[in-house]
């Protein structure tokens, strides 16, 4: 069965430096999605994007963040500056229309 | 702003003891109703998508239904393995006029425990 998957499984950064998140999505799919997990908490929506642009963010989708899809493969999140408060879980999820998969996620440790 | 609301956030069961899980929700544009099961550690996992009220799903011994107001996801006879915690979410598509903009809003879960 087809999967989404997310490298790297684990990334530990120190506090200010830029970390790009990857994910590849299942082929055919359409909509691409960002979630964050922090522990113990539930999965927050980012942002979700289509045709090459974002199409909604939430409130925690600021100016740290930016998504691109750069090789029409691959999807990434950037964070510049990280910040303790960004260590999660963050999750990429694809879907074509009304289904979502997602991949198994990448744990952001920042110190 | 949507809302999703999951009880009991902690269930222990039995091995056999069926019971059901609860997500209520405050939407506007419900698109569909997913449920997910999620592992320690692990990424969500697909279960079922409702899309209209009186919709039923099985797998196994998972049935989830919907009404207008909420969803149930019943676990029949439930084994060890079930244990995790089970996420609702609902899929609304926002307010830009290009209808692309659909996002999931998740619950903060249920873990079902079972044991043995």
């Known amino acids: 069965e087809p999967e989404v998957t997310q490298t790297p499984s684990h990334q530990v950064t120190q506090m200010g430096q830029e970390v790009i998140l990857r994910c590849v999505p299942i082929?055919?799919?359409?909509?691409f999605y960002w979630y964050r997990q922090i522990l113990g908490q539930k999965v927050e929506f980012l942002v979700s994007f289509y045709n090459n642009e974002i199409s909604e963010k939430s409130e925690i989708f600021d100016d740290q963040f930016s998504v691109e899809r750069p090789d029409g493969s691959n999807f990434t999140l950037k964070i510049r500056s990280t910040k303790l408060e960004d260590s999660a879980m963050y999750f990429c999820?694809?879907?074509?229309?009304?289904?979502?998969?997602f991949g198994q996620g990448t744990r952001l440790t920042v110190v | 702003e949507d809302q999703v609301t999951q009880s009991p956030e902690a269930l222990r069961l039995q091995e056999g003891e069926s019971s059901s899980l609860n997500c209520s929700y405050t939407v506007s544009g419900l698109r569909g109703l997913f449920w997910y099961r999620q592992d320690p550690g692990k990424g969500p996992e697909f279960l079922f998508t409702?899309?209209?009220a009186g919709e039923e799903k099985e797998k196994e011994r998972l049935k989830a239904t919907l009404t207008k107001k909420e969803s149930f996801l019943h676990i029949t006879a439930p084994k060890p393995e079930d244990s995790a915690t089970y996420l609702c979410?609902?899929?609304?598509?926002?307010?830009?006029?290009?209808?692309?903009?659909?996002?999931?809003?998740f619950g903060k879960g249920t873990l079902l425990t079972v044991n043995p």
């Open positions: 082929s055919n799919h359409l909509y």
């Open positions: 409702l899309y209209s």
């Open positions: 979410a609902v899929l609304t598509l926002g307010g830009n006029s290009g209808g692309s903009n659909y996002k999931l809003t």
């Open positions: 999820a694809t879907g074509s229309g009304f289904r979502a998969f």
